[in-house]
């Protein structure tokens, strides 16, 4: 998963990066309107974390521009305003959610898999495709009822195609999909070698990975 931290307080931005990035996703971290505008221009994004008080402006003119041009990406505000008008505001203007400062990692992470599961049903809870049965939430995966073990990007990689299984998936988007920015010398070699492991952990599921040559990666169910 591709997110988009807008954050101006160091503290709070680096305790959700690391968090995410934990867990194997990829977090592009900025801390004011005009550069969180520079990276939407050029990058689409699962999910937008937008704190509303920014030093150049506030996160709700980030929120209504990207509505006013039609793009539907889950946006999850941060405030530290308890003032109900604020976050009534903020909904209105087409946030799907937000929390109030100080707030619990964990319910964080828990809201942005709900905005993901309201988004595409296809994401809800826990994935099961084929033997191969995936647990979002506690970053766990079975192969015909026993435990595999990945690693984080391993697991980033497996989740984006068990999103989109079945699909053809560019090597570019799974490469957004399990790298930021900051991320500068990954090369689409990368994505080659993590579905390598992959389809070797996955040896023996019934699941396996194609390359579609000039067209990307499918996970398909071999029956």
Request: net charge negative; proline share 4%.
């Amino acid at each position: 998963m591709r997110l988009l931290l807008v954050e101006d307080t160091a503290d709070v931005a680096d305790a959700i990066v690391a968090s995410f990035g934990h867990r194997g996703d990829a977090v592009d971290h900025v801390n004011s309107v005009d550069t969180a505008a520079s990276a939407l221009a050029v990058q689409d994004y699962d999910v937008i974390i937008l704190d509303i008080g920014l030093p150049d402006g506030l996160g709700t003119d980030i929120l209504s521009s990207l509505r006013d041009r039609g793009k539907p990406t889950p946006v999850l505000m941060l405030t530290a305003r308890s003032d109900i008008e604020d976050r009534v505001a903020a909904l209105d203007k087409g946030a799907d959610d937000y929390l109030v400062k100080p707030f619990d990692l964990r319910e964080l992470h828990a809201r942005v898999r709900a905005m993901l599961r309201r988004q595409d049903t296809d994401r809800s809870g826990i994935v099961e495709f084929g033997d191969i049965r995936f647990d979002p939430a506690g970053q766990t995966v079975e192969v015909k009822g026993r435990p595999l073990s990945l690693a984080r990007r391993e697991l980033s990689l497996l989740e984006i195609l068990l999103a989109n299984r079945e699909r053809v998936v560019p090597k570019d988007r799974l490469l957004e999909g399990m790298y930021s920015f900051k991320d500068e010398e990954v090369g689409p070699n990368a994505v080659e070698l993590y579905v390598g492991r992959l389809r070797k952990k996955l040896c023996d599921s019934r699941i396996t990975i194609k390359t579609l040559r000039g067209l990307g990666y499918q996970m398909v169910d071999g029956g």
